[in-house]
């Protein structure tokens, strides 16, 4: 799963790796969390590519009450395209997220010990997404997970589904039929990760302290 990440970039290369007509207004912040308005990418028929806030937790267009998004902050990749809640939104909805790196608990005798996953260099990852908009009025989203890589094996058997920079126009394109292929481990030597203060295990808990490796 996916239950916490963190955005930490200029606006400026966020604009840049993900080609957006201008830098979106965002303030760092390291321990998102579901329920939280987050920065998503997505595709807009008229406008191209375009950055919305979106609240994490997706609500169906079906739904009768938005409070459904409290348990769909994720979707598993390999069911997504059939489950009633995800399949109109992985059909034609698919979006992107900026982010930093994100959290993983790996399981200790200790109890539970958080690890901070970023990108190998310093370019930002590009989480896959479903969104869509309720009612016309709430914009909601889930993150897609998948089986995890080598390098998340040690930490945990699930983690977010990465699309890569040159498939970002794919992923994004209603026309496209085939998005399951992107619904993949992203490489594990394009990736780094370190333990971090339990800090994050709080959702009160933000600032720059929380990615330093302990």
């Not at 957006?20 to 008229?46: F, G, K, M, T, W």
């Not at 406008?47 to 937790?57: A, E, F, L, N, T």
């Not at 390999?78 to 034609?92: G, H, L, S």
């Not at 983690?159 to 496209?176: E, G, K, S």
């Amino acid at each position: 799963m996916c239950g916490r990440y963190a955005l930490h970039s200029h606006p400026d290369v966020v604009a840049l790796q993900f080609n957006l007509a201008s830098a979106p207004e965002i303030e760092a912040r390291y321990n998102i969390c579901p329920s939280n308005d987050i920065l998503i990418v997505r595709q807009h028929a008229q406008r191209g590519r375009v950055c919305d806030r979106s609240r994490w937790g997706l609500v169906p267009s079906w739904a009768k009450d938005a409070s459904i998004g409290n348990r769909l902050a994720n979707a598993r990749g390999e069911t997504i395209a059939d489950r009633p809640a995800f399949k109109a939104a992985f059909r034609q909805w698919r979006c992107l997220v900026p982010a930093s790196g994100f959290y993983e608990w790996k399981t200790t005798r200790a109890g539970k010990q958080p690890y901070y996953i970023r990108p190998a260099g310093d370019e930002l990852f590009g989480l896959a997404g479903i969104t869509e908009l309720w009612r016309g009025q709430l914009r909601t989203v889930c993150l897609i997970t998948t089986g995890a890589n080598e390098l998340m094996r040690g930490i945990h058997e699930r983690m977010p589904v990465i699309v890569p920079l040159q498939d970002y126009d794919a992923w994004l394109d209603p026309r496209n039929h085939a998005a399951e292929q992107f619904i993949r481990p992203y490489p594990a030597h394009l990736m780094r990760s370190h333990p971090v203060s339990k800090a994050v295990s709080d959702a009160a808990n933000e600032g720059a302290a929380l990615i330093e490796r302990i």
